[in-house]
């Protein structure tokens, strides 16, 4: 089942605009990470948010986190061609005894960054 | 650090055949999950292995299965295979101390005719 449901589903922008993606999820957290993964490849993981942590910074990439809503957004400024890529958030399911390394994904934002 | 790897890339299969998919983790990592991800359903988890033990199991059919190695290496099988089965499967491995981010591989794109 689908812990996060990301909106929108496809976003097109253009060089130098910024990309606000989000995601809502269905259960308590401890924790939201962000993963981009580039036309059917691997996931690189982007960031990640304590449900203790109201807003978090990478570089270009702002997360944050509002655990009353159940939601996260992921912002880019200063959008690159690079960019262009899926986005998804992930939360570790708590069916599992806490364990992390069974992350449930939502399905995604197609971001497409056009020069 | 060399990253995930997965072997092989690419996989063409006919149903009812099996498949062994092969994940290398990076070095120091013990604990490896494996997710299937399709246009329809998205990234599913399937498991995780930690310390040679499968310590979650994913909502699949017993024909998907897996095993852990002593070096944190990991397999997963799928027997008689089915249409659906087509997928990209990807590894991820972490290093399990504390920490929740997940290294992923490039994957192995299977496809099942």
């Known amino acids: 089942s689908q812990q996060g449901e990301e909106d929108p589903q496809a976003l097109s922008i253009q060089e130098g605009e910024n990309a606000t993606m989000n995601c809502s999820y269905k259960?308590?957290?401890?924790?939201l990470q962000w993963y981009r993964q580039n036309s059917g490849r691997g996931l690189v993981h982007l960031i990640l948010?304590?449900?203790?942590?109201r807003e978090k910074h990478s570089g270009r990439l702002r997360v944050t986190l509002d655990t009353s809503k159940k939601s996260s957004s992921l912002l880019i400024t200063a959008s690159r061609a690079a960019d262009t890529a899926s986005y998804f958030c992930?939360?570790?399911?708590?069916?599992?005894?806490?364990?992390?390394?069974?992350?449930?994904f939502g399905k995604g934002t197609k971001l497409s960054v056009k020069p | 650090k060399a990253g995930v790897t997965q072997t092989p890339r690419y996989l063409i299969k006919t149903r009812g055949q099996q498949v062994t998919l092969s994940c290398s983790p990076i070095?120091?990592?013990?604990?490896v999950s494996w997710y299937q991800q399709t246009p329809g359903q998205g990234l599913q988890f399937l498991f995780e292995?930690?310390?040679?033990?499968?310590?979650n199991k994913g909502n699949f059919p017993g024909r998907f299965s897996g095993r852990q190695f002593s070096n944190s290496r990991s397999e997963m099988n799928v027997s008689t295979l089915e249409l659906g089965d087509s997928a990209l499967y990807l590894c991820?491995?972490?290093?399990?101390?504390?920490?929740?981010?997940?290294?992923f591989g490039p994957g192995t794109r299977l496809t099942v005719t």
């Open positions: 991820a491995s972490r290093h399990d101390r504390g920490s929740y981010e997940q290294y």
């Open positions: 259960t308590s957290i401890n924790n």
């Open positions: 948010i304590r449900s203790n942590e």
């Open positions: 992930a939360t570790p399911s708590m069916n599992y005894g806490g364990s992390q390394g069974n992350l449930i």
């Open positions: 070095s120091g990592h013990r604990s």
């Open positions: 292995y930690f310390s040679e033990t499968q310590r």
